[in-house]
């Protein structure tokens, strides 16, 4: 079975400071992509990254970037310079190609605070 | 564009009537699916549509619930009859597999309060 595992259900950290998102996956798959979706008291799901597993290079949009490491089958958010909008739960997803079936599983989340 | 469009945004309702919760996915997508967010569960994938043709119902829970989409731009999911335990938050999403990389642009959400 494929599962998402986000270990660190609470985190928090300083304004201005790096904070790093863990997610890990398990998957016979080789070809898939991974996501970081953001979800803030507001409860809107929102896209924050995007990572496809034949890319070598790690994604970024702008504050965020990912350490995709595909051997170790980990896939981190790095967020610098931290906000206070950034207060939100992080959700990994992962969504494999092969099957066709354009499913995502879902990370059970880590609920991010930033301290002002 | 528009993004997702889910009604209503709230819906308080008793135990034992029927629930309608609609979405509009963002034009031209051709894929829909319908996700439930509960603290116990988290994220669970009910059902998803592409094309308008249900292709994986695996996650609807019991009878109770269906799902319909009759045309590209129009999708409802229905409770009959609710149940406190069906108390969450129902999301919308879709997504264009064929040109967007599969990413799922999600609705705003139905905060669904069975009494």
């Known amino acids: 079975a494929q599962t998402v595992t986000q270990s660190q259900p609470e985190m928090s950290v300083q304004e201005a400071e790096t904070v790093t998102l863990s997610c890990t996956y398990d998957?016979?798959?080789?070809?898939?992509?991974l996501f970081w979706y953001k979800q803030p008291p507001s409860r809107q799901m929102i896209l924050v990254i995007r990572?496809?597993?034949?890319?070598?290079q790690n994604a970024t949009e702008n504050r965020f970037s990912v350490n995709f490491q595909k051997a170790a089958k980990s896939f981190s958010l790095k967020i610098s310079d931290s906000q206070l909008g950034d207060t939100a739960m992080y959700f990994c997803?992962?969504?494999?190609?092969?099957?066709?079936?354009?499913?995502?599983?879902f990370g059970t989340g880590t609920r991010l605070k930033v301290l002002a | 564009d528009a993004g997702v469009i889910q009604s209503p945004r709230h819906e308080v309702t008793e135990m034992g009537q029927e629930v309608t919760l609609r979405c509009k996915p963002i034009?031209?997508?051709?894929?829909l699916f319908w996700y439930r967010q509960t603290m116990m569960r988290g994220l669970e994938l009910l059902i998803y549509?592409?094309?308008?043709?249900?292709?994986?119902d695996s996650g609807m829970p019991e009878d109770r619930f269906s799902a319909k989409m009759p045309n590209a731009s129009f999708s409802t999911l229905k409770i009959q009859p609710s149940e406190p335990r069906d108390s969450a938050v129902y999301f919308c999403?879709?997504?264009?597999?064929?040109?967007?990389?599969?990413?799922?642009?999600f609705g705003p959400g139905t905060r669904l309060t069975v009494l």
């Open positions: 998957t016979s798959e080789s070809n898939y992509y």
């Open positions: 999403a879709s997504s264009r597999p064929d040109k967007e990389s599969d990413t799922q642009y």
């Open positions: 990572q496809e597993a034949y890319k070598q």
């Open positions: 549509f592409n094309n308008n043709v249900p292709i994986d």
């Open positions: 034009s031209g997508h051709n894929s």
């Open positions: 997803a992962f969504m494999p190609l092969t099957s066709g079936t354009y499913k995502y599983i």
